[in-house]
């Protein structure tokens, strides 16, 4: 549940609240909810480090060699079997 909450910021503050918000696309709201997430987070609490050991059967050496692995998974598009007709 959302509960309200009233804040007041001097006109400088705002003009940059407003600013950031609507460059994003963003309500005020949500900008200060995002910038609160980000300033109590609990330390060590990384998103990115929360999603480790997500997926099954990986290399233990992936982080490692990831630039090896990439290069052997990644696949080049073929190239179509037709060509414009060149203007003489």
């Known amino acids: 549940m959302m509960r309200p909450l ?17 460059a994003r ?3 005020k709201s ?5 910038a ?3 300033l ?3 330390e060590g ?8 050991g997500m997926i099954d ?3 233990e050496d992936l982080s490692e060699q990831i630039d090896c692995y990439l290069n052997e998974t990644y696949i080049a ?12």
């Open 57 to 59: 059967a990986l290399p």
């Open 36 to 38: 609160l997430r980000a």
């Open 77 to 88: 598009e073929k190239r179509s079997g037709y060509r414009k007709k060149r203007r003489k």
């Open 25 to 27: 696309g963003w309500t």
């Open 6 to 22: 009233q804040i007041y910021l001097d006109d400088s503050e705002f003009e940059r609240l407003e600013k950031w918000a609507d």
């Open 45 to 52: 609490e990384d998103p990115l480090l929360s999603a480790s």
């Open 30 to 34: 949500r900008a200060v909810r995002a």
């Open 40 to 42: 109590t987070r609990i």
